[in-house]
């Protein structure tokens, strides 16, 4: 069962939602959504049974979906990624303090989530995390999305890319047939509007995150969709891969008959106990 929650973290006060164990907890996975989404990405109820949440607490891990600076509860105090990683260790912190400081730490981040990850992955305080995930992290774009990012439209501090219903259903769950239409209800339950000040960050992704890569050390297990959002074809993997090359145990994979948004997807039950499996050597 998950809960909503409030973590301290600097001067934010972040919401979000925990599932805890049954039993004596073994980690704290931290999950962050991308833009556009809150932590109700990582629990939808179109598939209960593969709700993140529901899973890492079935493993012994606190299982926090933390709404991310701009989102939730702080909503109009949107801030760049940068200082987002300092957010979010600042949460960890708070999590650990209460649940157990020796608990080793997961991060789990899709879209611009998974590129705020890979930014904490390389950060100097990386040696609070034991492992992390990430997917559907632009290496590469399309030209498509580089126009759709390249001329936002956009409204004080809120930025709405100009998409209809048949391209959200395109852009981010893949061909027809290959997701539960029920998704979409879970889709529009945990979306939100984008914070602009953070476009900036997923606009220079592909610039900007291989350095990063190229230095962190810690697990990395990097995964690209079929039917992304950005390129996934084997040039691009052969890429991630070259990147990671000083990651312990790297996993970059590919998933077939998937969109963007894995964890709504038909698939998302497999994906995350993959995920799991990740971390679970790591586990206390």
Not at 157 to 179: C, K, M, N
Not at 211 to 217: E, I, K, Q, S
Not at 219 to 242: C, G, I, K
């Amino acid at each position: 069962m998950s809960d909503p929650i409030e973590v301290p973290a600097g001067t934010l006060t972040l919401s979000g939602i925990l599932a805890a164990p049954a039993t004596t907890a073994r980690g704290l996975l931290v999950a962050l959504h991308g833009g556009g989404y809150t932590g109700k990405y990582w629990d939808g109820a179109a598939q209960p049974e593969a709700s993140l949440l529901r899973l890492g607490a079935e493993r012994g891990l606190v299982t926090v979906a933390l709404d991310r600076p701009g989102y939730g509860r702080t909503v109009g105090q949107g801030c760049r990624l940068a200082q987002q990683a300092e957010i979010v260790f600042d949460a960890i912190a708070e999590l650990r303090r209460h649940h157990g400081p020796a608990l080793p730490v997961f991060v789990a981040g899709h879209s611009m989530g998974g590129i705020l990850t890979l930014m904490m992955a390389a950060h100097p305080r990386a040696s609070m995390l034991a492992a992390v995930d990430v997917c559907g992290v632009p290496l590469r774009f399309t030209e498509e999305t580089r126009r759709a990012i390249a001329a936002p439209t956009a409204s004080g501090h809120v930025h709405r890319l100009p998409i209809s219903l048949e391209q959200r259903r395109a852009r981010y769950y893949g061909r027809d047939g290959t997701f539960l239409e029920s998704s979409l209800l879970d889709d529009d339950l945990a979306s939100a509007p984008v914070p602009g000040i953070e476009v900036a960050d997923a606009a220079s992704a592909p610039e900007a995150l291989p350095p990063l890569m190229r230095r962190t050390t810690l697990p990395v297990r990097y995964t690209q969709s079929e039917f992304d959002t950005s390129l996934s074809d084997p040039e691009t993997l052969a890429f991630a891969r070259d990147c990671l090359s000083a990651s312990r145990g790297a996993q970059v994979r590919f998933e077939p008959d998937c969109g963007h948004n894995i964890s709504l997807h038909q698939v998302a039950g497999a994906f995350h106990a993959g995920m799991l499996d990740f971390f679970e050597p790591l586990a206390r």
